[in-house]
């Protein structure tokens, strides 16, 4: 009985989402305030039912009811109990109720944290929530019930959960992931509620500030864990491959990097207001956007949920109503904000607004990517293909001009910068970042790569500049220790999302350009030297897990003679599935990764092997770097004054 | 000291990068030089396995990329150029089959757009400034203050 | 208050990309059908032994002149054996069937066409798959529709049942008669 429970319970649910995205919005309208506080009640009514269908989702999957469809399809009785709990969001269905989950979650966080917000606002806020929440809850409903039977006979044992999918990063990636996109909902919902009310006053700028910067932290967080678990998961050592579903993940990341950056200056300027409005639509619409990519059907990807094109279609709508729809609210009622405050060319709003005109563009560049095989396939012009050289190309020399201004704009003060005093810093700066990343890479390595040069330019450039931004801050204070103490956790936010840029380019440009791969033919016993490293293949085993078998080489890792990893790459073949995946083996410090992968056997008693070994330096300083990054972000929200303006606010 | 020890392990590491592979008796497969190895690299990057829901054939297992690998391994030690071999799995292929999109009237788009974005975006920057200068200025010209007039009483 | 064209302009360019969307869904484009290189094209010449006889070599020349299937086929291919009775069937309706058998074992493929019968006019043996790489074949079983000119028309990819050849590839076949 209890996924019919589930399934009663999100009806409920959706119910309640009807309930606020109607009653709150019309008191608005309307100017009840009775109506208008019935929105925190529905919002709680709402989450609460939603959170109780999703538990009953898991416990359907913890204790192995294969009675339910998507139970009986992505599990086993065999299976370890934390991937019985992750396959819960391993597939479609399941992942829209956690997302759904989410986008109540992050409703019921704005009744909680917001309490000071005008009853209006908070009211306009929670209602637009209700619409979105309520579009993607008849979507499950109607399309993708998670609670669909297969009754009378139930299968005995489900067909088990991809083994790609039985890992760590699994039950991790998507849930931050998740949170990112949909914690834009609410920047979203306050941008509309503007919209709405036509109240553009600075005070919902600072509202909705610690929200962007939350979702986008953790979206941060969840491209990271993506990529970190693409690395080790799919046995090839790569990170990155602008699969149309890691640009979905992508896009809007870039374009809530510009949102952070506009709303600072509509925060702090009150200017590029209906800009900040406009980011804010844009970036919740390229989370919708990803959605609608990944589970449509509509582009191939290694990540894509089985595709249905009548779920497609059902979500094209939801999306079309919501993007559109907020998108004609902005053309009606965007003029009415009024801009007042100037700024010169060098000034930090200018180059605040480079930054966004640059990752605007990143993101419409790689839009167009993702979609032009699509739009070409669709008017029947031909098959193509857009791909990893594409991206990087475009990416790389973008982001080459974006680091270059980043050194210098966050330097620069509001309005007008005279740069006369700055000209001994720069000289000196720019030309020691030039002359040290081509001498010092070169003088380590022996090798010369103009695109070590140009990156590490950038890299050591922008660092000098963070260290006088340090300079700057503490100029006036009484000692350098109180002048960092009285920054301000905002000041030091900016800081350490900054020197995450900083660190992960370091790493992406080591790591591009430094990396050896081989492949090898070895047998037990055999040995290998590869950039100094003595790698021996000590022994190939047969060893059984919980729902595979597996053949676990052990490669012993020499330098200078003296044992320094121990790697344990394996082939494993999941029975119920009958799938093989390749685990590599790595053995990692800050820098280097030993990466070992067996790729196939070469003999019939499986002893003999080719072998993928890989030396990847710096590697992981990309996942660092992205950690700093999202730290800052939630660093600088601890700020005073988002809790002091909430005060205010509600005197108001 | 412990970060202290991480940075001498990462400069030491870096300094034996150079010293590549030594012994190549093993290696699956071995090149004339190491820019064919690089090229050989580069070429399985760019091409995709017209099989695989969407992986380059360098990391795929399927017996297609295998074939793809061999051949493009086999043609670049024959002295093909690289555009020679993509040109070569292209007709064999079709366009989809290299991740580098092919200049052409559909793939134009590509650069063309996202360049059109970046000079409009600049435009507005400029003219936001300049705007912004001539505003710096107290002294409004007649034309000015009559627009400023009718905007007041827009507002109002 | 005045008209500002750009706060149209994201709706519009929203609006253009939505319509391909829909377009897309509603065409039903599916990302993961490749088509052939060679449709419209020539087949491509080659020199390959004759799968039974194997000092008999064969080359283009040797098969074109009426239109014909060409079969990509191999011991192998498990969907293979559940084309072949389908194959047995056109070729006993009078369709005149090339095979090419695609890096297989000689000895395994003439016991297969032993124990599940002949439909091929002639079979290409080509265990290094050359011939099919130049066909731009993906795997087995791949079938190539082919005229009189010895012009490739359709390439069908998998194996083909009844049903399939009735509803879609019989037409295609009779047009190039």
């Known amino acids: 009985m209890f996924p019919e429970f589930g399934q009663f319970s999100l009806i409920l649910a959706w119910v309640f989402a009807f309930l606020l995205a109607v009653i709150p919005l019309t008191g608005v309208g309307m100017n009840k305030e009775a109506l208008q506080r019935t929105a925190p009640a529905l919002a709680w009514a709402m989450f609460f039912f939603t959170a109780v269908a999703f538990a009953i989702l898991v416990r359907a999957f913890l204790n192995d009811d294969f009675s339910v469809v998507i139970v009986s399809q992505n599990s086993n009785s065999a299976l370890p109990w934390y991937y019985k709990f992750s396959a819960t969001w391993g597939n479609h269905e399941g992942s829209m109720l956690l997302w759904i989950l989410m986008l109540t979650g992050w409703t019921v966080a704005v009744t909680v944290f917001a309490r000071s917000l005008t009853v209006e606002l908070k009211s306009a806020v929670l209602g637009v929530l209700g619409i979105v929440s309520f579009g993607f809850t008849m979507f499950v409903l109607f399309t993708s019930n998670p609670f669909a039977r297969l009754l009378p006979i139930p299968p005995t044992d489900g067909s088990d959960l991809n083994p790609l999918l039985q890992d760590i990063g699994l039950i991790l990636h998507p849930p931050t992931l998740y949170m990112g996109y949909v914690g834009f909902s609410v920047a979203f919902a306050f941008a509309i509620a503007a919209l709405i009310t036509g109240r553009f006053d600075a005070s919902w700028v600072r509202w909705s500030r610690p929200w962007t910067n939350v979702a986008w932290a953790f979206l941060t967080v969840g491209i990271a864990l993506g990529s970190w678990w693409a690395y080790y998961e799919l046995g090839w050592g790569g990170w990155w491959f602008w699969d149309p579903v890691e640009n979905a993940s992508f896009m809007p990341w870039l374009i809530g990097t510009a949102l952070i950056h506009s709303q600072a200056v509509t925060e702090k300027r009150n200017l590029f207001k209906s800009w900040s409005v406009l980011l804010a639509i844009f970036a919740f619409s390229f989370s919708l956007l990803g959605t609608f990519?990944?589970?449509?059907?509509?582009?191939?990807?290694?990540?894509?949920?089985?595709?249905?094109?009548?779920?497609?279609?059902?979500?094209?709508?939801?999306?079309?109503?919501?993007?559109?729809?907020?998108?004609?609210?902005?053309?009606?009622?965007?003029?009415?904000?009024?801009?007042?405050?100037?700024?010169?060319?060098?000034?930090?709003?200018?180059?605040?607004?480079?930054?966004?005109?640059?990752?605007?563009?990143?993101?419409?560049?790689?839009?167009?990517?993702?979609?032009?095989?699509?739009?070409?396939?669709?008017?029947?012009?031909?098959?193509?293909?857009?791909?990893?050289?594409?991206?990087?190309?475009?990416?790389?020399?973008?982001?080459?001009?974006?680091?270059?201004?980043?050194?210098?704009?966050?330097?620069?003060?509001?309005?007008?910068?005279?740069?006369?005093?700055?000209?001994?810093?720069?000289?000196?700066?720019?030309?020691?970042?030039?002359?040290?990343?081509?001498?010092?890479?070169?003088?380590?390595?022996?090798?010369?790569?103009?695109?070590?040069?140009?990156?590490?330019?950038?890299v050591f450039w922008t660092a000098a500049s963070l260290i006088r931004l340090l300079a700057e801050k503490t100029k006036n204070a009484d000692s350098f220790v109180t002048g960092l103490k009285k920054a301000g956790v905002g000041f030091w936010g900016m800081w350490i999302a900054h020197l995450g840029l900083v660190v992960a380019t370091t790493g992406v440009v080591l790591v591009s350009n430094f990396d050896l791969e081989r492949d090898f033919r070895m047998a037990a016993g055999e040995s290998v030297e590869m950039s100094n490293y003595r790698f021996e293949l000590t022994s190939v085993d047969q060893v059984s897990g919980p729902n595979y078998s597996s053949d676990k080489g052990t490669i012993n890792v020499f330098r200078n003679g003296k044992p320094i990893a121990e790697l344990h790459p394996e082939k494993r073949f999941y029975q119920v599935q009958r799938n093989v995946m390749t685990e590599a083996g790595i053995d990692g410090n800050l820098a280097r990764d030993l990466y070992a992968s067996l790729a196939e056997p070469l003999d019939d008693s499986r002893q003999v092997w080719s072998v993928r070994l890989q030396v990847k330096p710096f590697v992981r300083w990309m996942w660092f770097g992205a950690l700093l990054m999202a730290l800052g972000g939630v660093l600088s929200i601890t700020d005073k004054r988002y809790r002091r303006t909430a005060r205010t606010g509600a005197s108001l | 000291m412990k970060w202290y020890n991480q940075l001498v392990r990462c400069l030491m590491f870096a300094a034996t990068c150079a010293l590549a592979v030594q012994a190549t008796a093993n290696e699956v497969l071995t090149f004339d030089s190491d820019e064919l190895r690089d090229r050989y690299t580069e070429l399985t990057f760019q091409l995709r396995c017209p099989k695989c829901q969407n992986q380059n054939v360098a990391d795929s297992n399927a017996p297609i990329s295998e074939d793809i690998r061999l051949k493009t391994y086999e043609m670049l030690h024959q002295g093909y150029t690289d555009q020679e071999i993509i040109d070569f799995m292209i007709d064999r292929y079709t366009e989809f089959v290299t991740y580098k999109p092919q200049m052409s009237l559909v793939t134009i788009w590509l650069w063309v757009l996202p360049i059109t974005c970046l000079v409009i975006g600049m435009l507005i920057l400029f003219r936001l400034t300049k705007r912004n200068k001539q505003n710096e200025n107290p002294a409004l010209t007649e034309e000015e203050s009559a627009r400023l007039k009718a905007l007041l009483e827009e507002k109002s | 208050m005045k008209f500002k064209p750009l706060l149209i302009l994201p709706l519009f360019v929203v609006t253009v990309m939505f319509a391909v969307f829909g377009y897309a869904l509603v065409t039903g484009v599916d990302p993961k059908a490749v088509p052939s290189a060679l449709t419209g094209k020539s087949l491509p010449d080659f020199k390959l032994s004759d799968l039974v006889d194997n000092k008999q070599f064969l080359t283009r020349s040797d098969i074109i002149g009426e239109p014909m299937l060409v079969n990509i086929w191999a011991t192998w291919c498990t969907s293979c054996k559940y084309e072949h009775p389908v194959l047995n069937s056109l070729a006993a309706s009078g369709v005149k069937i090339i095979g090419i058998n695609y890096k297989d074992d000689r000895e395994l493929a003439m016991n297969w066409l032993r124990d599940y019968a002949d439909p091929y006019d002639v079979n290409i043996f080509d265990p290094n798959g050359e011939l099919g790489f130049d066909l731009g074949v993906t795997g087995a079983p791949e079938t190539f529709f082919v005229d009189s000119n010895g012009q490739v028309q359709h390439r069908y990819q998998g194996p083909i049942t009844d049903k399939i050849w009735e509803n879609q590839l019989k037409a295609i076949f009779d047009e190039m008669v």
Not at chain 1, 323 to 337: F, P, V
Not at chain 1, 407 to 416: A, E, H, P
Request: proline share 2%; no cysteine; charged share 10%.
């Open chain 1, 293 to 458: 990519l990944v589970r449509s059907g509509v582009l191939t990807s290694v990540h894509a949920f089985a595709s249905d094109p009548k779920r497609g279609l059902f979500i094209l709508v939801i999306l079309a109503i919501t993007i559109l729809g907020s998108l004609i609210l902005y053309a009606l009622n965007a003029g009415k904000i009024k801009t007042a405050g100037k700024f010169e060319f060098v000034s930090r709003e200018s180059f605040m607004l480079m930054n966004n005109i640059l990752l605007v563009v990143i993101a419409f560049a790689v839009l167009f990517g993702t979609l032009l095989p699509l739009i070409a396939d669709a008017f029947g012009m031909r098959k193509l293909s857009v791909g990893a050289p594409f991206f990087n190309l475009v990416f790389n020399m973008l982001m080459v001009v974006l680091i270059s201004l980043l050194g210098l704009g966050q330097l620069l003060r509001w309005k007008k910068q005279q740069l006369k005093s700055w000209t001994g810093f720069f000289i000196v700066a720019i030309a020691g970042a030039i002359v040290i990343a081509l001498l010092l890479p070169w003088a380590l390595s022996g090798q010369l790569h103009w695109q070590v040069w140009l990156g590490m330019s950038l």
